[in-house]
């Protein structure tokens, strides 16, 4: 066989190896494609659902922060001072919880209008960081729920002072125990699950696991 014939052969299977490799890198792309906008799809919807529960949270906090500014501007006395500062206090966290839950539901439009696989996943860990900073928060308030019935006439009451105020500094104690503990250091834990077994977080986790899948797909082809 002439050097010629067999040049062209060695283009020739050249050519086929080059046309196989195009083919093969279409097929991939294709089937990438197909299994973000797939899975995309999948954490969208998890979070549609979402976004409907936020809006009745957000209604329910609206009516329970009303009635508190209604309690508060009602019991504006020197005699109602412990109740009035509990529930302005309290009202306070609520209305900065409505403000937090109003974040989450634009931060779910935009990961429903994004077409992006990085920008999704990057407004769903904020929604993630954002969840837990919220539940973080709401914690805090809750050393507050145990003095509203304290009163200035309580304050020469033994009573008082070794049973009412031991309850309120150990509330005060898990608040600020809960406040630094939740973190992502700590999701795995029997305590942290049964906190955040809500919807609120579990939906925020599957969605972020859709699209970690996306990952372990591209490793796989």
Not at 142 to 171: C, E, G, Q
Not at 180 to 208: D, M, R
């Amino acid at each position: 066989m002439e050097d010629s014939e067999l040049k062209k052969l060695w283009q020739s299977y050249d050519q086929k190896l080059e046309e196989a490799r195009i083919l093969n890198m279409q097929s991939w792309a294709l089937n990438l494609k197909s299994f973000e906008i797939l899975q995309t799809q999948k954490a969208k919807s998890k979070l549609n659902s979402l976004k409907w529960l936020k809006l009745v949270i957000i209604l329910a906090g609206v009516v329970w922060v009303t009635i508190l500014l209604f309690l508060f501007f009602k019991s504006l006395s020197y005699q109602n001072i412990f109740f009035t500062t509990s529930v302005g206090i309290i009202a306070l966290f609520n209305i900065l919880a409505i403000l937090l839950y109003i974040r989450h539901i634009v931060l779910i439009y935009q990961i429903d209008n994004s077409e992006n696989v990085i920008d999704t996943q990057t407004k769903l860990a904020t929604l993630q960081s954002s969840t837990m900073n919220t539940g973080r928060i709401l914690w805090l308030q809750m050393p507050f729920y145990t003095t509203f019935f304290y009163s200035p006439a309580l304050l020469n009451d033994s009573k008082f002072w070794l049973i009412s105020v031991p309850v309120t500094l150990l509330f005060t104690f898990f608040s600020i125990w809960l406040y630094k503990n939740i973190n992502y250091q700590n999701t795995e834990k029997k305590w942290f699950k049964i906190l955040f077994g809500s919807p609120e977080w579990t939906s925020v986790n599957k969605a972020i696991g859709f699209l970690k899948e996306i990952e372990d797909f591209k490793k796989n082809l």
